[in-house]
């Protein structure tokens, strides 16, 4: 993965939990919503990454 688009994901994923944080305050619903997202765009920077080293031959060992 580009060091760019894994800065994209970390920087994201830092953002919506910024959010959840400060949503725990004003809503319950707010909150498990934003952790959920941010749990899925960790989970697909996973995916991401997985998908382009199976496409480029370099599987981890």
């Known amino acids: 993965m580009s060091k760019i688009l894994s800065a994209w994901f970390a920087f994201s ?3 919506l939990l910024l959010f959840c944080a400060v949503a725990i305050s004003y809503s319950a619903w707010l909150a498990i919503l934003l952790g959920v997202l ?3 765009n960790i989970g697909w920077g996973f995916v991401i990454k997985a998908k382009q080293q199976r ?3 370099n599987h981890p060992a």
């Open 13 to 15: 994923s830092i953002i």
């Open 38 to 40: 941010a749990i899925g």
């Open 55 to 57: 496409r480029s031959g």
